[in-house]
């Protein structure tokens, strides 16, 4: 079983920077697909992006599409989300998650599909 600790989150202004970061214990996490989600006041989690076990597929939801870049770091375990042109919409808790299930290069996309789950780092977008 692996064991998700993220990081990184904070206060920004519409249109900086964040890298949140998803340090993984327990396990090494190359056996994971990984992934990003987040979860707005009074909404449901939605996810954000996803990386496959090699590192070469990714896949964004829509709206973070050009402004945010996930990459995993394997021999550090750490998961990473690059945050770009923030949006005050992009105010949420963010969590990393880890699927187990087989595939190499496929993202898993769903929220029902990862097994384990971090607490979250907030973060918040002032406008």
């Known amino acids: 079983q692996v064991q998700l600790v993220e990081s990184g989150g904070g206060l920004v202004q519409a249109g900086g920077s ?25 909404k449901g989690r939605e ?7 090699s590192g ?3 896949y ?3 709206s973070v599409k050009g402004r945010f870049a996930i990459s995993r770091d394997n021999a550090k375990n750490t998961v990473y989300l690059q945050m770009n042109s923030l949006k005050p919409e992009d105010t949420a808790v963010y ?3 880890a699927d187990s299930s087989p595939g190499w290069s496929t993202v ?11 607490q979250g780092t907030q973060v918040t977008v002032s406008s």
């Open 56 to 58: 070469v597929s990714t």
């Open 18 to 42: 964040l890298r949140l970061s998803c340090a993984a214990s327990g396990r090494t996490i190359s056996t994971y697909k990984m992934g990003w989600f987040r979860q707005a006041p009074e």
């Open 95 to 97: 969590h990393c998650a």
């Open 47 to 53: 996810f954000v992006a996803g990386i496959s076990k």
């Open 108 to 118: 898993a996309r769903e929220i029902y599909e990862y097994d384990y789950w971090g």
């Open 60 to 62: 964004y939801t829509d």
